[in-house]
């Protein structure tokens, strides 16, 4: 054997046991949400917690690219497409429906995780809760459907309330459903209302001079990731209005909104942590069930109470699941 030939044998000889060694590459996920990321700090920290107790770690074993549309739910198709041309292993699709809805429409073969606040049935989204079929799965919050309570929940707050004021989102996907809901309950107890649509910055500004030349007494906010983005400029709007207001989340009442009613979101994005780890270990999204909330918390702003001059019952506050100071 000649000497070269020895040699480059030599090098394939060590060359083959390094390439069976080599590292795989890590799988990315591709993260979609309708919100922004100034106010999911805390939401994608839960997320990540969900995907370390299913064994995966940001940089370490997996990679995250994030994409936020800020409320804008014109940009998720343009998300949507280009997180599939890079071939993401799954694409969590937070922020609600418009979120879920787009990356349905954007693949049929990439696994989903979908976080959303009504009936993913209704939506097309899934076959069934049990059993979803196709590539898609996830959470529901069912905020979406919690309108109804909201708003009982606002009358107790303030009773005797003459005009409350709704503020709805027309360019979220269930907008009409929670519209209806929320006539048919006014009219249950004989309560009026005026709705102030608003899906952008502009018309946010136009229904708040509706809202305030209406002269509303209280105000419900409807379920919606554009307001979420939005949360502090609500907050402050029924701050300076003097209204008694209700929103979804705990985190309004954070902020300084009077009273919130719905379910934890952070837990939920924790276990979009969990789905999508459990996807990356090989499970397939239609054997895996949409999971739904089994408590639903109330949380009263006391401070804020105190400040707007509102008397909360003896029994609302019974009914309180946290009340801040």
Not at 130 to 145: I, M
Not at 170 to 182: D, E, G
Not at 226 to 233: A, G, V
Request: glycine share 8%.
């Amino acid at each position: 054997m000649r000497r070269r030939d020895f040699i480059t044998l030599l090098g394939s000889a060590v060359a083959c046991p390094l390439a069976a060694g080599a590292q795989q590459p890590m799988p990315v996920i591709g993260f979609m949400s309708a919100r922004s990321p100034e106010d999911s700090v805390h939401l994608v920290e839960a997320f990540r917690r969900g995907l370390k107790e299913g064994g995966f770690a940001e940089g370490e074993n997996a990679a995250i690219e994030f994409r936020w549309a800020r409320g804008d739910y014109s940009r998720l198709p343009m998300l949507a497409a280009d997180l599939v041309s890079r071939q993401v292993a799954v694409i969590v699709a937070a922020g609600g429906e418009p979120s879920g809805l787009t990356a349905k429409a954007a693949t049929a073969t990439i696994p989903i995780v979908f976080g959303i606040g009504g009936d993913p049935v209704a939506l097309g989204l899934v076959e069934s809760f049990s059993r979803p079929g196709g590539n898609a799965t996830g959470v529901t919050l069912l905020t979406n459907l919690m309108e109804p309570k909201r708003l009982g929940l606002l009358r107790e707050l303030a009773p005797g309330i003459p005009l409350i004021g709704v503020l709805l989102n027309p360019k979220f996907a269930p907008a009409s459903r929670q519209l209806r809901q929320v006539e048919e309950a006014a009219r249950s107890i004989d309560q009026r209302i005026v709705v102030a649509n608003a899906g952008t910055d502009e018309e946010l500004e136009t229904a708040f001079a509706a809202l305030t030349s209406e002269r509303v007494g209280a105000l419900l906010v409807t379920a919606d990731p554009y307001f979420d983005t939005r949360r502090e400029q609500i907050v402050t709007f029924a701050a300076r209005q003097r209204l008694p207001a209700i929103y979804q989340f705990r985190e309004y009442a954070v902020a300084g909104g009077l009273l919130s009613y719905g379910v934890s979101i952070t837990d939920a994005y924790r276990q979009y942590g969990v789905y999508s780890a459990r996807i990356l270990k090989g499970a397939k999204p239609a054997d895996l069930p949409v999971l739904q909330p089994t408590k639903f918390e109330t949380v009263i702003n006391l401070k804020t109470a105190k400040a707007l001059g509102v008397k909360i019952s003896d029994n609302l506050l019974s009914l309180a699941d946290e009340v801040i100071e």
